[in-house]
């Protein structure tokens, strides 16, 4: 992704989100809710030093333009994550989108997932509220930040994670990052140990438990854009119909 798309992406989170939001309360208005779940969302995690987050962005460009969404879909990556976890009116505006009961039975499922007695819990937990609220109500697709953990149980989402050969991350990353193998092969481990601290910090069970992705797709296999329409594929043959106009 370059430093235009990302930058425009940043200009634009706030009036998209309030786009999303104003999207559910004039459905609400109308007499006629979002059913919660309707609507897919994707989530994408990687081995480090795969190629999440343009494939998000690449994966949005598809979705808006083939499908002419009733709401657009929004791409979520780390920084943007963050920003709508930090911005008050963003994340209570997200949050509060939901009705009561999914709330409280959101509020039950972190109150087993979670970790409480770490720092920075409540932090935690308040991104987890942020990342499910987005995928209860759809058209989101959400990189990083254990997304399919915290949205395993929901029955719109596909999940997708990608893979490739250390071999293949670490000249990705010398080469993306202007660093020497060696540089590489560091930056590619200290990306692992952190991912792996980070799970085993903030999830009160065992992190390493079974989890099935829809889609593993090897990254050094297929570019972006023929991952993009892999991904598209899947979603259109899950979710049919409700993917176009809706």
Not at 2 to 30: C, F, N, P, Q, Y
Not at 184 to 211: C, M, N, V, W
Not at 234 to 243: H, I, K, P
Request: aromatic share 8%; hydrophobic share 40%; with cysteine.
């Amino acid at each position: 992704m370059s430093t235009h798309s990302h930058g425009w992406a940043m200009a634009s989170l706030e009036a998209r989100i309030s786009a999303h939001v104003h999207a559910w309360e004039s459905a609400k208005d109308r007499g006629q809710p979002l059913a919660a779940e309707t609507y897919p969302f994707v989530t994408i995690s990687r081995e480090f030093g795969c190629e999440c987050a343009p494939l998000a962005y690449r994966l949005q460009e598809i979705l808006n333009e083939r499908c002419r969404p009733f709401f657009t879909w929004v791409a979520y990556d780390h920084e943007l994550l963050d920003k709508v976890a930090s911005e008050l009116h963003l994340s209570r505006g997200v949050v509060e989108a939901l009705d009561g009961r999914r709330r409280n039975e959101m509020s039950e499922i972190f109150d087993s997932i979670l970790n409480k007695k770490v720092e920075d819990a409540v932090v935690m937990r308040k991104l987890a509220e942020i990342i499910r609220s987005l995928a209860i109500h759809g058209h989101t697709i959400i990189v990083g930040r254990s997304s399919y953990l915290i949205t395993q149980d929901l029955r719109n989402g596909l999940h997708v994670r990608l893979v490739a050969p250390r071999a293949w991350r670490v000249h990705q990353a010398a080469a993306d990052r202007g660093l020497t193998i060696e540089q590489a092969e560091q930056y590619i481990d200290r990306g692992e140990h952190e991912r792996r601290h980070y799970l085993k910090t903030f999830f009160a069970e065992d992190p390493s438990h079974p989890f099935h992705h829809d889609l593993v797709i090897d990254n050094s296999r297929f570019n972006l854009a023929q991952i993009a329409e892999i991904i598209f594929t899947a979603l259109s043959a899950r979710f049919g119909e409700t993917l176009v106009g809706a």
